[in-house]
């Protein structure tokens, strides 16, 4: 197979982009280069030399020696701005922003088409964990169940030091600031935003469905307390953050992202710190884990070079699950069980327990285990930033949902 050499225009050069670089320095049997890095900040001192650097991005996107852009910014509409360009421009693209690429999915799909070029993303959907091309390639023709896991590694970091060593959430979240784990402004991560659009473009390619992120519920774990870290350790658990997506029929799917108690015999039990975690179930390769790395530079640098090899290939996706159009709509029309801990029982009532399964009630803490249905929890969404509650779903309801 011939395979081609590639002359890349790399946007931002943060701890991704320099993991990129030092990655791509130390690797054989590539012909890669990086010949031009488009940065915003012409203050910032830089260990590259400056000759090396451009603030203007056409000085990228119109340089026909450049066969392939490599984006790795922040602002995911700039990022999308710049995709669309480069793409339009006969440029394949290589990305990792899983904002840009789950809000504007189904378009980037048809301007591949038209374009002749390819956009690769691993490493926006689970950084170290090559999950998309396994679902791309060895369950293009499998009869998938559903797929769950540990997508965020800043989330997981944050749990790991509240569970193992006792630390209260703020001291855990400052701890993985200063490690690298989490933006200064960490909300993306820990109130499962990240997460949802991770698990939308997931969705995509182990199902065919482009799925709108508004129309997905999420809930991280901001409002998490002592309470519920000792409730999960009196019950042998621990709390993860897990996204889920899942066959309810063999038309339709449903999917969210919510902390979950996980028992010492599954898989995610034992994914800590800053590693994630993916447990496929399907109907022939029955229960399969894939775990690695979930944050840091060369974790996620390490899957956009994989991308990038790729392209060397001329590789490409092609959806091959939206093209069988076997799963037609997304629903939310779905029951699950979980852990309310509450302090009004005003917020308790908003919920629409079907049915209780336990409940607790003293002076500092209460809490509700029952079966609530998820379109509830998404009409609720906006107000649960504002409620003194934590949601943690038990696992133990659906066949969808068992842990």
Not at 49 to 54: C, E, H, R, V
């Amino acid at each position: 197979m011939t395979r081609k050499e590639l002359r890349i225009g790399l946007f931002g050069y943060g701890c991704v982009g320099r993991g990129l670089h030092d990655v791509l320095e130390n690797s054989r049997g590539i012909k890669a280069e990086i010949v031009r890095i488009c940065v915003k900040d012409k203050t910032k001192e830089r260990r590259l030399p400056m000759s090396f650097f451009t603030f203007d991005k056409n000085d990228i996107l119109n340089d026909s020696s450049i066969n392939l852009v490599v984006e790795l910014i922040n602002d995911p509409e700039e990022a999308f701005s710049i995709v669309k360009q480069a793409m339009e421009n006969g440029k394949s693209v290589v990305t990792a922003n899983k904002v840009m690429v789950a809000t504007h999915l189904e378009e980037l799909v048809r301007l591949q088409q038209e374009n002749r070029v390819a956009l690769l993303y691993e490493a926006s959907a689970g950084a170290s964990i090559p999950i998309i091309r396994n679902l791309e390639e060895y369950y293009d023709n499998e009869l998938l169940h559903s797929l769950r896991g540990i997508l965020n590694g800043t989330t997981n970091y944050i749990l790991t030091l509240m569970h193992n060593e006792g630390k209260d959430f703020a001291s855990a979240l400052q701890e993985a600031q200063d490690r690298g784990f989490a933006e200064k402004d960490p909300a993306l991560d820990v109130d499962g935003w990240d997460a949802k659009y991770k698990l939308c473009i997931i969705a995509a390619h182990a199902y065919g469905l482009f799925l709108n992120p508004d129309e997905v519920f999420h809930y991280g774990i901001g409002k998490i307390s002592s309470h519920d870290i000792r409730y999960a350790k009196e019950k042998g658990f621990k709390i993860k953050l897990v996204p889920y997506v899942g066959k309810t029929d063999e038309q339709t799917i449903t999917g969210f992202v919510l902390p979950r108690f996980v028992s010492p015999d599954k898989y995610l039990y034992n994914v800590d710190h800053e590693n994630n975690g993916v447990i496929t179930e399907a109907a022939f390769a029955e229960k399969q884990f894939f775990a690695g790395k979930g944050a840091g530079g060369h974790p996620t640098g390490s899957a956009v070079l994989s991308d990038i090899s790729a392209n060397s290939y001329g590789y490409r996706y092609e959806y091959k699950k939206n093209i069988q159009g076997t799963v037609r709509k997304y629903t939310r029309d779905h029951e699950i069980e979980i852990y309310l801990r509450y302090n009004d029982e005003k917020d308790r009532k908003l919920f629409r327990f079907s049915n209780i399964r336990e409940f607790h009630s003293n002076h500092s803490y209460r809490y509700v285990i029952g079966t609530v249905n998820l379109q509830y929890l998404y009409s609720l969404r906006k107000e649960l930033p504002g409620m003194d509650v934590f949601i943690v779903a038990t696992g133990r309801k659906a066949d969808q949902v068992r842990a």
